[in-house]
């Protein structure tokens, strides 16, 4: 079946640090592609996202590119924040049917003043 | 706009025990999710639903139940509490026409302990 693999954490960086978290995914079909960032005692809030080959999701700051040739969907962001603290999971969907998800495993993020 | 309300926030449950996990959204979307995170592990899904009185078995269902009388509504029934269902638990929806993919939008979790 489908599967997503996520960079393992924790991370921990300095503010203004660059950030790569790096997801990989396994599909039979052409999914959508996701990361959606959860804020301490909160629910899932989608990030951005990428629904075919090439396309480039950003969003805050953040950006990742869908990858069909090396199956990645890499999360980038120049210059982290303190606020930017959180578990960021990446996901797919495969666009027919239900949509549902199929998650990685999470990271998490800690930014140090 | 609410989006998608769950309750209770919070629940303790001794072994043996049920429950029902409720979930409300306002968004008028046909597709329903409940999914559950354990720790250090991304999320599962538990049930989904495509509408009103459709519902499927997702990646993780045993020991759980669910109904969609309405579009609003996706109730979670755990009949017979087990430890092993100690977890959050996720609801979710969005809405999908054909090949149309839209954002999932989630509740704030359910922590549920089973003891």
């Known amino acids: 079946g489908d599967s997503v693999t996520q960079m393992e954490g924790p991370v921990t960086l300095s503010e203004e640090a660059f950030l790569t978290i790096n997801c990989t995914y396994t599909?039979?079909?052409?999914?959508?592609l996701f990361w959606y960032v959860q804020y301490p005692g909160e629910g899932l809030q989608l990030l951005l996202k990428a629904t075919k080959a090439d396309d480039k999701g950003s969003n805050k700051g953040f950006e990742a590119t869908y990858r069909k040739e090396t199956t990645s969907f890499h999360l980038e962001k120049g210059s982290v924040q303190v606020s930017d603290s959180a578990v960021y999971f990446c996901?797919?969907?495969?666009?027919?049917?239900?949509?549902?998800?199929?998650f990685g495993q999470g990271t998490r993020l800690t930014i140090n003043p | 706009n609410a989006g998608v309300t769950q309750t209770p926030k919070f629940r303790i449950l001794k072994i043996g025990q049920s429950m029902t996990l409720q979930c409300t959204q306002d968004m008028n979307h046909n597709y329903m999710y409940w999914y559950r995170q354990d720790p250090g592990m991304g999320l599962k899904l538990i049930y989904y639903s495509v509408g009103a009185g459709i519902t499927d078995k997702g990646e993780v269902p045993n020991g759980y139940n669910v109904s969609r009388s309405t579009t609003e509504d996706f109730p979670l029934r755990l009949e017979l509490a087990a430890p092993s269902q100690t977890s959050v638990y996720f609801c979710?929806?969005?809405?999908?026409?054909?090949?149309?993919?839209?954002?999932?939008?989630f509740g704030q979790g359910t922590r549920l302990t089973v003891v």
């Open positions: 599909a039979t079909g052409y999914p959508s």
């Open positions: 979710a929806s969005s809405y999908g026409q054909g090949w149309v993919n839209t954002e999932a939008f």
């Open positions: 996901a797919l969907s495969d666009r027919k049917g239900a949509q549902k998800l199929v």
